[in-house]
């Protein structure tokens, strides 16, 4: 996910949010520290209140221990965890143990494990040994007994208990959720994007080292139902009041995925024949919400239809797809989506591309189900390339959108999407210390690969990419050199300069032209060294053909009567300046949208 909250949107499309405040430094700081904020667009409520690209973001030991791939913990490789969480709602406590099982990449003495303040570590212990550790901040250096050889495979254990940090403003500021519901029973959940698993489970808290499977066994009161990922194995009856509710992923999955999800629930349970045959579709609305749950969740076949179409199988045909209402807006929690758009079509009723076809479908069903391919099949190796989620999961939204509408409907719903754009901060981060880029991941992401999808001008080789990226990273972590690479490479296009202007700079290209006599000089500003793009004009009234526009002026001979006749495609996400304007129009040159 995730999505701005609707209460941000009008702030950041408002015209204050462009002449921006100077920025209240503290607030800035708590952001970029280790108390990252999760992904999502409520980064803009962020920004707008910050003024967030001209702080400098100060990043500490503690970012760095938790972003990198420390010595700590590059020499194993987790395989599995077997996680055991009780959660207590009357006094918001939780209580388990998490057996981490690993192979040994290289010999190693110390080991880093995470798990934030402020839980508590009561004891760590291997081979029927207690191990010594001590605290740095959010993580625990264990020291190891014996030496482990290359190639061992060990299992750790830590115990553990307290009460985690309880999510301000779920799922963007996350954490443990205790709501209760609107009878006033207990709904328990998880969303923990960007600020981490170890807020309430202790794990290697890196992206880059998922596990091969992992089990995940709530305890909660009987009157709830726990939903967690994966297939439900066993459901005990426990002496004292409680259920032990047993799940199991049998696949590699993000820790942040990794949910609780206790409430009061009806469930019913569907099947879809897909791609990789059969797929068990399960549904968990609130009891007194099932009536109008059946209505909307008829969108997920639609959507898995349209999905498996244009990005392969779904990833996780052994987990099964779940759909389960949560408290917050919602969450890609793999293979048990977080489901929390109060059963409303468009994004909590509204549209964010302001074309209208976005009010046509339930923007968490359909946005948050297609991060199961981009962000928990293929999972970026570092928080700074979190626009291989991000992008993807936006543009699906306007292929969905073409899969109901029709192409033009598609093109339209992203195109509209970029009013929100802000072009504050580069999309791609700083590497290393679980750093975030700018909301820009989203709409602008999406544009760019609108853009991309016009330059390789074949929607069967397009979408032979999009299949072809979850093909060949399918359940791998991933650099966003390696999505990159692989598409210029599939494309037959030397891509790097498109993605560096739209990653890593904050310009937007503008395409610089003179018309006279039926002339046309042209030529790129406002980017990146290098930057040849193609792009679609109109050399005729109503002929769009491709020049090759570089950064020194080019011409080429057109039949354009009048100069309003000019037109980018405006598929492509750039700006064209008419040069020969009058000076006192110049400010609002013409932007193509
Ligand atoms: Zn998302």
């Not at 293929?378 to 939204?397: G, L, P």
């Not at 304007?581 to 110049?586: G, T």
Request: aromatic letters at 12%; one cysteine or more.
């Amino acid at each position: 996910m995730k999505l701005q909250n609707e209460d941000d949107l009008p702030a950041a499309l408002s015209p204050a949010a462009s002449s921006r405040e100077p920025s209240p430094p503290g607030k800035w700081l708590v952001a970029a520290g280790s108390r990252a904020l999760g992904c999502g667009l409520v980064v803009f409520f962020f920004q707008f209140q910050a003024g967030a690209q001209e702080a400098p973001k100060v990043f500490t030991h503690a970012d760095t221990i938790r972003g990198s791939n420390t010595p700590q913990r590059s020499w194993w490789d987790v395989s599995f965890y077997d996680l055991h969480v009780k959660a207590n709602p009357t006094d918001s406590s939780i209580v388990g143990y998490d057996a981490i099982t690993y192979r040994v990449l290289k010999p190693g003495r110390e080991m880093q494990i995470d798990l934030q303040m402020p839980l508590v570590v009561d004891s760590i212990v291997q081979d029927g040994l207690k191990l010594r550790s001590r605290r740095d901040g959010n993580a625990f250096f264990v020291t190891l007994v014996a030496p482990q050889p290359a190639r061992a495979v060990k299992t750790i254990a830590i115990y553990y208990h307290g009460k985690p940090v309880t999510a301000v403003r779920p799922p963007w500021d996350g954490g443990f959720v205790w709501a209760k519901d609107s009878l006033a029973r207990d709904w328990v959940v998880t969303a923990n994007e960007g600020l981490g698993a170890s807020v309430w489970w202790p794990n290697k808290d890196y992206l880059a080292d998922e596990p091969d499977s992992q089990r995940v066994a709530v305890t909660i009161p009987d009157s709830l139902i726990d939903v967690s990922n994966g297939r439900l194995r066993a459901t005990t009856r426990n002496s004292d009041g409680t259920t032990t509710y047993e799940w199991f992923v049998r696949n590699p999955i993000n820790n942040y995925d990794v949910a609780v999800n206790a409430g009061h629930y009806a469930h019913w349970n569907d099947n879809y024949q897909g791609e990789n045959g059969n797929l068990t579709l399960d549904f968990y609305p609130l009891d007194y919400h099932v009536d109008t749950a059946r209505k909307q969740f008829q969108q997920v076949k639609p959507m898995l239809q349209c999905f498996e179409s244009w990005f392969g199988p779904y990833p996780w045909y052994e987990d099964g797809y779940k759909l389960v209402e949560t408290p917050h807006l919602g969450m890609e929690h793999q293979s048990a989506v977080a489901y929390g758009n109060h059963y409303k079509n468009g994004y909590l009723g509204r549209d964010r591309s302001a074309t209208g076809h976005g009010l046509q479908w339930d923007f968490i069903i359909i946005h948050e189900s297609a991060h199961e391919w981009w962000g928990n099949s293929i999972t970026m190796k570092d928080q700074a390339d979190m626009w291989i989620h991000e992008s993807f999961a936006t543009y699906a939204e306007g292929l969905y959108t073409e899969c109901q509408q029709g192409k033009k409907a598609g093109e339209e719903y992203t195109i509209g999407q970029r009013k929100i754009i802000r072009n504050d901060r580069p999309i791609i981060a700083k590497y290393g210390v679980n750093d975030e880029g700018s909301g820009d991941m989203y709409d602008k992401g999406a544009n760019m690969l609108l853009t991309i999808r016009q330059l390789v001008d074949d929607d069967t080789r397009w979408k032979g990419i999009l299949r072809g990226l979850n093909k060949t990273f399918w359940h791998q972590t991933v650099t966003t050199k390696q999505i990159e690479d692989y598409i210029s490479h599939q494309s037959g296009l030397d891509l790097s300069k498109v993605f560096d202007q739209y990653l890593r700079s904050t310009r937007v290209p503008t395409l610089e032209y003179k018309l006279r006599r039926n002339k046309l000089t042209y030529r790129w500003a406002d980017v990146v060294r290098g930057f040849a793009m193609p792009v679609r004009v109109t050399t005729a009234s109503d002929r769009y053909e491709w020049i090759r526009p570089t950064q020194r002026w080019k011409s080429t001979a057109v039949k354009l009567d009048r100069p309003e006749d000019f037109h980018v495609d405006e598929n492509f996400y750039v700006n064209a300046k008419d040069l020969l304007k009058p000076v006192a129009d110049s400010t609002t040159a013409r932007k193509v949208q």
